[in-house]
């Protein structure tokens, strides 16, 4: 079936570390499946961090990176130098490329950014 | 811009009690709706989507139904809640072929 792994946390980093987040996934009923990366914040919401829907390609935003790797099937988050304020749960998720209606979520990572 | 509303924040309830949690889109119209689950420490969880006012598919299973009445609403209910039941609700829109967005969600406590 279809799957997200991603790193088990909690992750601790101190302040201008570098950080990396694996994800991983399974795709066998999805061709060319979009990949995304959530995250919440203590006391907010769900927010789509990142997306990329096409391999190859590197989506970004608030510093973080993620490259979208068909070959080996991954997804991972990086970022090179981290700030307390990134503490929060960070999610990889998986969702079809023409069936929009059924995406599948990673267990999460609980990142910890030390000052 | 849209926005997605929940309702309640969060609800305390009896084993074997009904339960009804509310979303509502604004600014968007025709949206595909979304209801997720998350158990405490578990995987969040897609239980029911909508593509049209009337129209829900079940994704999983938990003795749970779901409504659309309006365009705009999205209705999750059972008539028995069960101790599983218990856990972290979101809803969720998105256009087609795009990412879901999430609402606040609503923290379910079932005693």
């Known amino acids: 079936g279809d799957s997200v792994t991603q790193t088990e946390g909690p992750v601790t980093v101190s302040e201008s570390e570098s950080l990396i987040i694996n994800c991983t996934y399974s795709a066998t009923s999805i061709a060319y499946p979009n990949l995304f990366w959530y995250v919440r914040y203590p006391g907010e919401g769900l927010q789509l961090l990142l997306k990329v829907i096409t391999a190859g390609q590197k989506g970004s935003s608030r510093g973080f990176e993620a490259t979208y790797n068909k070959e080996t099937t991954s997804f991972h988050l990086q970022k090179a130098s981290v700030q307390e304020s990134d503490s929060a749960v960070y999610y990889c998720?998986?969702?079809?490329?023409?069936?929009?209606?059924?995406?599948?979520f990673g267990k999460g990572t609980h990142l910890h950014v030390l000052p | 811009a849209q926005t997605i509303h929940q309702w309640p924040v969060a609800e305390i309830k009896a084993v074997g009690s009904p339960l009804s949690l509310g979303c509502t889109i604004k600014g968007k119209s025709s949206p595909n709706l979304y209801w997720y689950w998350q158990a405490t420490g578990g995987t969040l969880q897609q239980l029911f989507y909508s593509i049209t006012v009337g129209q829900v598919e079940s994704v999983v299973q938990l003795n749970l139904s779901a409504s659309r009445p309006k365009d705009d609403q999205f209705i999750l209910s059972t008539e028995k809640l069960l101790l599983s039941h218990s856990g972290f609700y979101l809803c969720a829109w998105s256009d087609n072929n795009q990412a879901p967005l999430f609402g606040e969600g609503t923290r379910l406590s079932v005693l």
């Open positions: 998720a998986l969702g079809h490329d023409t069936n929009a209606y059924k995406v599948i």
